[in-house]
């Protein structure tokens, strides 16, 4: 008999604090390859704090968070898991002097890689903007740039924070077709968003609707 697959990523009662706060407690996921999940709740209750606490730019208070059934808490292994996630963010860093081409094609020289961001721009139906400079951009047209890193430079976790803002009809069954592609490939999507985006077979994880102001209980508490 088959032993169940392990869970690519787990969160076991995650806990974050911010500014004396509790922002986020107790929040339990696991997520298989190929999988996807909505995170619901009212503005405030710590969706993009989540998000940004699995992408590596803040660490829980207290918890546990595994990656390949590895405990990210163990020295250096942060470092590894970074290069594996993309977080797709409110602010999109585009530079406004770069070309179109060159505001894609340099994070892709960064990871080592060439060749994808022309076919990443042309998906996303801004590749006859590619010499253009970033600044003429629309709000629709940057976050189509945005999302076009995720195709040039692939990495298993996708960190979605209201990636269909600013787009149309038309941008946000692209990113759709998007997140179906790389689920089909053994990727994975964590997607917040107050707009509804068409996602398959998806866990719900839905978050408090307040902040906490007591302190935590010691509960594994990261260092």
């Known amino acids: 008999m088959r032993s169940p697959p392990v869970p690519r990523l787990v969160a076991s009662r995650v806990a974050c604090m911010r500014s004396g706060r509790v922002v986020i407690r107790d929040v339990n996921m696991t997520l298989h390859e190929g999988g996807a999940m909505l995170l619901t709740g009212p503005n405030g209750s710590g969706k993009s704090t989540f998000l940004r606490l699995l992408a590596g730019f803040i660490k829980p208070s207290a918890g546990q968070l595994l990656w390949d059934g590895h405990d990210l808490s163990s020295p250096g292994l942060y470092d590894v898991y970074r290069t594996q996630v993309h977080l797709v963010g409110s602010k999109d860093a585009i530079k406004p002097q770069m070309s179109v081409y060159e505001n894609v094609h340099f994070w892709e020289l960064l990871e080592g890689l060439e ?109």
């Open 115 to 223: 060749g994808g961001t022309k076919p990443a721009l042309e998906y996303m139906g801004i590749g006859h903007y590619a010499d253009r400079d970033g600044a003429v951009l629309s709000l629709g047209q940057r976050k189509r740039l945005q999302l076009a890193r995720l195709l040039a430079i692939p990495r298993p976790l996708w960190l979605l924070d209201e990636p269909s803002v600013g787009l149309d009809s038309q941008g946000v069954q692209l990113l759709e077709q998007m997140i179906h592609s790389h689920r089909k490939e053994g990727g994975m999507a964590l997607v917040a968003t107050h707009v509804p985006v068409g996602l398959q077979d998806y866990q719900n994880l839905k978050f408090p609707a307040r902040y906490y102001s007591c302190l935590l209980p010691p509960i594994g508490r990261f260092v």
